[in-house]
């Protein structure tokens, strides 16, 4: 994961660049989601009574995530398998929720490289890899 810079040549043979987020082939929850979980989200996300009763640690994220009903919006579940856009945690981290806040809360917005990983690794299926 990282960025990549792209320029394109106009027919007018004026020029336009910019700078975009890419993504590795394959996303895993061990490799490259739970980092961000580990980094981002665990200061609260944590402990024997996380809030919502979500647990993002090691270990913890995937049963607490995938499958799981969300507990702000019950129609929603926190992580639905190959759809990012029915997936609650993607709400709340983009900021498009109905409830709460955007997370994480502190520390500022998720990356734009790290939203498209968490998505990818949710379209691949949101495996426990």
């Known amino acids: 994961a990282g960025t990549a810079q792209i320029t394109v040549t106009n027919p007018d043979m004026t020029m336009s660049s910019a700078t975009v987020p890419t993504i590795p082939e394959t996303v895993t929850l061990g490799s490259l989601v739970q980092p961000i979980f580990s980094s981002r989200c665990t200061s609260c996300h944590a402990g024997g009574v996380p809030p919502a009763g979500l647990a993002l640690t090691t270990g913890d994220s995937h049963a607490a995530l995938v499958g799981v009903a969300s507990t702000q919006v019950p129609a929603l579940q926190r ?51």
């Open 79 to 129: 992580v639905n398998a190959g759809n990012p856009a029915e997936s609650y945690l993607v709400d709340k981290i983009v900021g498009t929720h109905t409830v709460g806040v955007q997370m994480p809360p502190s520390g500022g917005p998720l990356t734009a490289t790290q939203i498209a990983l968490i998505r990818e690794w949710i379209s691949a299926g949101a495996l426990d890899n």
